[in-house]
């Protein structure tokens, strides 16, 4: 057996991956974490002790949650105190009625990406860990976040299957450009400018460019399959993230802001972008 002295916030003490132990009388504290035979966890803080892993007789333990979808496990993760990373608020714990319905979207949206992006599907099964829940900004519109950081985890508020689809392509995107950008030099920082995008009314540096491109090249490719199959409003937005993509890559390479292996990726870009229909 083994224990570890851990220490408690607000009276949380949350366990990555697993989930989190209630502890309101710990407040900012410290509580005892005993590792017992085959793994089994209790955590004790002073005449408390909790069982962690124990379904549905623990008020204290909240496990974290999973969305499972044939091939594909991830995390439904709303209890980390780490996941509010994102330009949007991240939601509080969930209720059981909204996490069956996060399950249910994200087994349909993942159907969905496998049957029209089965390349961006191999990609996220490789690398998706987590799907953090969002707060709404109140625009209505369906809204999603990657953080530099956090890699495998995209957050996103809840939506429909479809677009459930297209938002975590988008954001695993951004996800692997964060990668490529930790282990290469993409962007010649002696030049800077700024370069007009059509997603975005302000000019933007080209690392934003860079990331812009290789997200909005992925979403038009969804959404160029879906004109293909004929689904209504399908043509006039994959036109729209195409000619933004294509004009982007354009203005791009007009600026001179990359590095010779930052220019190999756009011109890869460009090639796939090139081929699709107008």
């Given amino acids: 057996p083994l224990r570890l002295a851990v220490p408690v ?77 994102h330009r949007l608020p991240a939601a509080g714990r969930l209720d059981d009625a909204t996490a069956a319905r996060w399950a ?43 953080a530099r950081q956090a890699f495998g985890g995209v957050a996103a508020t809840e939506t429909d299957a479809g677009s459930l689809a297209v938002l975590l392509v988008h954001e695993f995107q951004h996800s692997k ?23 975005r009314p302000d000019p933007r540096p080209p690392e934003a460019v860079l990331h812009g491109i290789y997200a909005h090249a992925a979403v038009a490719d969804i959404w160029r399959v879906r004109a293909d199959r004929q689904v209504d409003g399908a043509q006039a937005v994959y036109r729209r993230y195409r000619d933004w993509t294509a004009e982007a890559i354009g203005a791009l390479e007009r600026a001179d802001a990359l590095t010779p292996v930052g220019s190999r990726l756009l011109r890869q870009v460009a090639h796939s972008v090139a081929r699709w229909p107008s």
């Avoid at 005892?32 to 085959?38: A, Q, R, W």
């Avoid at 990406?113 to 369906?142: I, N, Q």
């Avoid at 930790?182 to 010649?188: G, R």
């Fill in 9 to 85: 916030r607000a009276g949380r003490l949350h366990l990555p991956t697993a989930g989190t132990v209630l502890l309101p009388e710990v407040g900012d504290g410290t509580a005892e974490v005993h590792v017992g035979p085959g793994g089994s966890l209790r955590v004790t803080a002073g005449e408390v002790t909790v069982r962690v892993g124990t379904a549905g007789d623990e008020p204290r333990w909240q496990p974290t949650r999973t969305l499972a979808a044939d091939d594909l496990t991830v995390l439904l993760e709303d209890g980390d105190p780490h996941r509010d990373c």
């Fill in 104 to 146: 249910t979207t994200f087994a349909a949206a993942w159907s969905t990406v496998r049957d029209e992006t089965p390349g961006h599907a191999e990609e996220l099964r490789a690398g998706l860990r987590a799907l953090v829940p969002l707060r709404r900004s109140g625009a209505g519109a369906s809204e999603a976040s990657t």
């Fill in 177 to 199: 450009m964060n990668a490529l950008l930790d282990l290469y030099d993409l962007v010649d920082g002696t030049r800077p400018a700024g370069i007009t995008v059509g997603w």
